[in-house]
């Protein structure tokens, strides 16, 4: 971490910000479930049915806990350098660190309102590392909803294109794992779900053609980078 907050490779950077941000947000969370689950209704049933994924509530609890005393050691002169670090990652070109970058600048609980001028250039910039095969700007695409969807111009069929070049990208990255399902399953409880209307054959067609080409697009980079 400090190696980060001093320098550190853009990747370190991105890792930072990100540890930063989830400490941020962490602060009292154990405490607020333990006052759901002892209350007289105790934990809504679709909450509950979630934390299944997780153990179960008293091990998403333990969890929790775990996590605050973990970030225990960062001051809030720390924690409020996260969007800094998430700057630094973005400029310096960390994979996932566009799609990073806009979701801390456009976060609910951002204390300022960013600047669309910065939002409008982030979300162009979003759109064309997905082309390339940025896993975290595809997974931004497809769980983008409502005004922000709008705003990415999302169709059903470009939503259904960048999720499934999202999924084959993570699992030709990690093969034989499932990493695609492994973190659908885990972030399920935390994301709103898109609706998904059937496509007809047109759109159909059109995601097909995205997908075939972002894992293209992905698979080429891949090869250079690994120098051929």
Known sequence: ????????????????AQMLQMCSSMSGASAAMYAMRDGPTGVPEPLK???????GVNKVIEVAEAQERRCQVFDQATLG???????????????????AYLNALQNPLAKEKADPALIAKLQSELRTAA????????????LATGEQARELGITPALR????????????????????????????????????APS???????????????????WRRKHKDDKGG
Not at 49 to 55: I, L, N, Q, R, T
Not at 92 to 97: D, K, P
């Open 199 to 217: 496509l007809n054959a047109a759109e159909q067609a059109l995601a097909n053609g995205l997908t075939q080409q972002v894992v293209e697009n």
């Open 49 to 55: 049915k979630s934390m299944e994924v997780g153990g």
């Open 131 to 142: 082309a390339g095969g940025d896993t975290a700007a595809l997974q931004s695409l497809y």
């Open 160 to 195: 259904a294109g960048y999720k499934e070049a999202w999924r084959t990208i993570l699992d030709e990255k990690f093969p034989g794992v499932g990493m695609s399902k492994i973190i659908e399953n885990a972030s399920a409880p935390f994301n709103q779900a898109a609706s």
């Open 81 to 99: 350098r996260r969007m800094e670090l998430f700057k630094r990652a973005y400029e310096g070109g960390a994979e996932g660190g566009v799609s």
């Open 1 to 16: 971490m400090q190696l980060a907050l001093n320098g550190g490779t853009p990747k370190e950077v991105l890792e930072a």
